[in-house]
């Protein structure tokens, strides 16, 4: 499986962006896709997952600000993200699930700054 991220940039904090992954291979193994992040100097962390039948897992910081979205064969998954802060500033990483095996695209990296 691979992915590629798209949708990283700057804005002003309030602001809204929306991330785009795209997913080729084996896509029809893929379970769960997923958006993390890593701060500088900090650990990479989920943000958001959804699995294959629409569970969908936040993290506590983004419940209520951040959508996440997929394509039903999975071969997308997007991140709406509204009313962005500082603190939401990291590299945003695309991730998906198989039953065995976990793959990474490259980040994107998205800034809030006034």
């Known amino acids: 499986v691979q992915l590629q991220a798209s949708g990283g940039g700057l804005v002003q904090p309030g602001g809204s962006l929306r991330l785009s992954c795209a997913s080729s291979?084996?896509?029809?193994?893929?379970?769960?896709l997923g958006w993390y992040r890593q701060a500088p100097e900090k650990e990479r962390e989920l943000v958001a997952r959804?699995?294959?039948?629409?569970?969908?897992t936040y993290a506590d910081s983004v419940k209520g600000r951040f959508t996440i979205s997929r394509d039903i064969g999975m071969k997308a998954v997007y991140l709406q993200m509204n009313t962005l802060e500082a603190g939401d500033t990291a590299v945003y990483y695309c991730?998906?699930?198989?039953?065995?095996?976990?793959?990474w695209g490259k980040g994107t990296l998205v800034t809030v700054s006034s």
């Open positions: 991730r998906a699930e198989d039953s065995w095996r976990t793959f």
């Open positions: 291979g084996n896509i029809n193994s893929i379970r769960t």
């Open positions: 959804i699995s294959r039948p629409g569970g969908i």
